[in-house]
């Protein structure tokens, strides 16, 4: 078989010659150990925390040697692709802090080494296709989806491994005059890999390769010997095709992926061979996980599990920061020493790396998530969280968004409350959870939640709420409040001291916290909060008084 005059037949329009793109996207002048490391999502419209996840490594990746990480969007299957889905990638990783220092972006692409998107790139693939035909390596393949199918049937019930290889590579050998033949007959076809391993199929002979994988060490695979497709019918290329002509040209040293892609790891690497490039150093990730009710771990699912959605944490208000710091705590088991011996330190300080990485399934964990994020939001300045909560709120809390927007040094205050304590509060979470614990400051958010405690009778809350107002003084200090509450709790036959109430509970009708309460209910609608006094002066008279006779009527 002339090979070179297949490869005319099937490419007539391919002229260009491989050195043209060697030269149009030369090695990068990085320093030594730089990594090149790049995000392939394709666009679904579903981004989930698995991309996060991989995105996060990527970016650490290339942040810490100097390299570059780039986004490349793997749009080479049309049926798959969903309007705006490139816009939901970039915003969503953005909002965790993950920047692109190239490839594909909102308005246009950006960096040398483009275009970024796969289905730009069609003469570049088409080039490297004509090469493999030339050398013999690839032949286009008529077989009709039925045929397949029946062939898939007939490996069924033999027990074999499905797919197109060996004697089921039922085109492998079509001379040129057939294939001429076919192609006037207007029979669509794909190009399949000629491959080495079909050969030895089927005689015991399978051999194995060694690959290294810097999250797994060493992996002895069998070579692969199946016939994939390259090049689908419409001249696109498959992930595999795409994946080794790309990494290859856009200079990728490091490819971060789920490890649902080992299985093509020898189809890959045969690739890489064939085509006489330098294969990168492989990272296959391990699968997010989580325990389900059960105990048991599995993975996560789009279906089961809500939080599996990016926009789940953008919703909830997650910080980015804590999402960051967690997912380091996911990546590398040092982090959290890490931390403990550098407190306040930026988490992006951390070497991370690949080596420290678990091979077993990752456990996603929401509840250590929200852990990780109080002791983060603990951290962060009043105002810092409050432009956060007004950001969160300006896209899903429309309704709070002014009431938030009004008085900033109001809401600093009320985000201040018990954080700069020797034992500091840290109880926020999120944006969402921290609205609804604060949400009572805010006039139009504001309503009574709880009941009056079962030792105080609507009558003496009454009593209570009308002694109040009339010893309140916003200028009493925190003691002289509490000593007017104690009053006015002994007056009404409440125990001034909680012990004493213990002692002889037939005495007293309640104590001094239930009259307290009465006080807190009618100021935040609550029987939780954090000390009223505190509250009281950041709401001011005003606001207290009507709060207080608003109960009242
Ligand atoms: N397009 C592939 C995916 O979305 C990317 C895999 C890779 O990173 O190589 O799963």
């Known amino acids: 078989m002339d090979?070179?005059?297949?490869?005319?037949?099937?490419?007539?329009?391919?002229?260009?010659?491989?050195?043209?793109?060697?030269?149009?996207?030369?090695?990068?002048?990085?320093?030594?150990?730089?990594?090149?490391?790049?995000?392939?999502?394709?666009?679904?419209?579903?981004?989930?925390?698995?991309?996060?996840?991989?995105?996060?490594?990527?970016?650490?990746?290339?942040r810490l040697s100097?390299?570059?990480?780039?986004?490349?969007?793997?749009?080479?299957?049309?049926?798959?692709?969903?309007?705006?889905?490139?816009?939901?990638?970039?915003?969503?990783?953005?909002?965790?802090?993950?920047?692109?220092?190239?490839?594909a972006g909102i308005q246009s692409e950006y960096g040398n080494?483009?275009?970024?998107?796969?289905?730009?790139?069609?003469?570049?693939?088409?080039?490297?296709?004509?090469?493999l035909v030339k050398k013999g390596c690839a032949y286009p393949c008529f077989m009709t989806e039925g045929e397949i199918a029946e062939t898939r049937k007939q490996q069924e019930e033999k027990k074999e491994t499905p797919g197109i290889y060996g004697k089921y590579a039922v085109c492998r050998d079509l001379s040129i005059s057939e294939i001429k033949k076919n192609i006037s007959a207007g029979k669509s076809y794909v190009l399949?890999?000629?491959?080495?391993?079909?050969?030895?199929?089927?005689?015991?002979?399978?051999?194995?390769?060694e690959i290294h994988d810097a999250i797994r060490g060493t992996l002895t695979m069998p070579s692969n010997y199946q016939d994939i497709v390259i090049l689908k019918t419409n001249g696109m290329p498959t992930y595999h095709f795409a994946h080794v002509c790309d990494d290859h040209f856009m200079r990728t040293t490091h490819v971060v992926r789920g490890e649902e892609w080992l299985s093509?790891?020898?189809?890959?690497?045969?690739?890489?061979?064939?085509?006489?490039?330098?294969?990168?150093?492989?990272?296959?990730?391990?699968?997010?996980?989580?325990?389900?009710?059960?105990?048991?771990?599995?993975?996560?699912?789009?279906?089961?599990?809500?939080?599996?959605?990016?926009?789940?944490?953008?919703?909830?208000?997650?910080?980015?920061?804590?999402v960051r710091e967690y997912l380091l705590t996911l990546l590398n088991s040092n982090y959290e020493e890490w931390r403990t011996q550098n407190p306040g330190i930026p988490c992006e300080e951390?070497?991370?790396?690949?080596?420290?990485?678990?091979?077993?399934?990752?456990?996603?964990?929401?509840?250590?998530?929200?852990?990780?994020?109080?002791?983060?939001?603990?951290?962060?300045?009043?105002?810092?969280l409050r432009k956060f909560l007004e950001k969160?709120?300006?896209?899903?809390?429309?309704?709070?968004?002014?009431?938030?927007?009004?008085?900033?040094?109001?809401?600093?205050?009320?985000?201040?409350?018990?954080?700069?304590?020797?034992?500091?509060?840290?109880?926020?979470?999120?944006?969402?959870?921290?609205?609804?614990?604060?949400?009572?400051?805010?006039?139009?958010?504001?309503?009574?939640e709880d009941p009056l405690p079962e030792e105080v009778n609507k009558r003496d809350a009454v009593s209570i709420l009308n002694a109040y107002l009339s010893t309140y003084d916003p200028g009493d200090d925190q003691s002289t409040w509490f000593s007017k509450i104690r009053d006015i709790a002994s007056d009404l036959s409440y125990a001034a001291r909680p012990k004493d109430y213990k002692k002889d509970p037939d005495a007293?009708?309640?104590?001094?916290?239930?009259?307290?309460?009465?006080?807190?209910?009618a100021i935040t609608g609550r029987s939780q909060s954090p000390d009223i006094w505190t509250i009281q002066n950041i709401m001011g008279e005003t606001k207290v008084r009507s709060r207080i006779i608003d109960y009242l009527s």
């Open 3 to 62: 090979h070179g005059k297949l490869a005319e037949i099937l490419f007539p329009e391919v002229e260009t010659a491989p050195e043209y793109y060697e030269n149009l996207y030369p090695k990068r002048e990085l320093p030594q150990g730089a990594m090149i490391t790049r995000l392939g999502p394709s666009p679904t419209g579903f981004i989930h925390l698995g991309n996060l996840y991989g995105a996060f490594i990527d970016e650490r990746l290339a």
């Open 66 to 103: 100097g390299g570059i990480f780039y986004l490349r969007i793997e749009d080479t299957d049309e049926k798959r692709f969903v309007e705006g889905a490139v816009e939901t990638i970039i915003d969503s990783l953005d909002f965790f802090g993950i920047d692109f220092d190239e490839g």
């Open 113 to 131: 080494y483009g275009p970024y998107f796969q289905s730009r790139r069609k003469d570049l693939y088409s080039c490297f296709a004509k090469i």
């Open 192 to 209: 399949r890999l000629r491959s080495d391993g079909a050969e030895t199929f089927g005689q015991e002979k399978k051999s194995n390769i």
């Open 264 to 322: 093509s790891l020898p189809i890959h690497i045969e690739l890489f061979e064939k085509l006489n490039f330098r294969p990168p150093v492989y990272c296959h990730t391990a699968q997010l996980m989580k325990l389900d009710e059960n105990g048991n771990k599995r993975k996560l699912s789009k279906r089961k599990d809500p939080e599996l959605s990016l926009d789940f944490y953008k919703e909830k208000g997650y910080h980015p920061e804590s």
């Open 350 to 384: 951390f070497p991370f790396s690949i080596e420290k990485m678990s091979t077993s399934g990752a456990l996603f964990d929401l509840d250590k998530l929200n852990d990780v994020s109080k002791e983060c939001l603990a951290c962060i300045s009043a105002s810092s």
């Open 392 to 448: 969160w709120a300006s896209q899903y809390r429309p309704d709070a968004y002014d009431a938030l927007k009004e008085n900033n040094a109001y809401l600093e205050s009320i985000i201040d409350i018990g954080r700069n304590d020797p034992k500091p509060r840290k109880d926020f979470i999120c944006a969402s959870q921290m609205f609804e614990y604060i949400k009572y400051f805010f006039d139009g958010f504001f309503q009574i």
């Open 508 to 521: 007293y009708k309640g104590h001094v916290g239930h009259v307290s309460t009465v006080i807190r209910i």
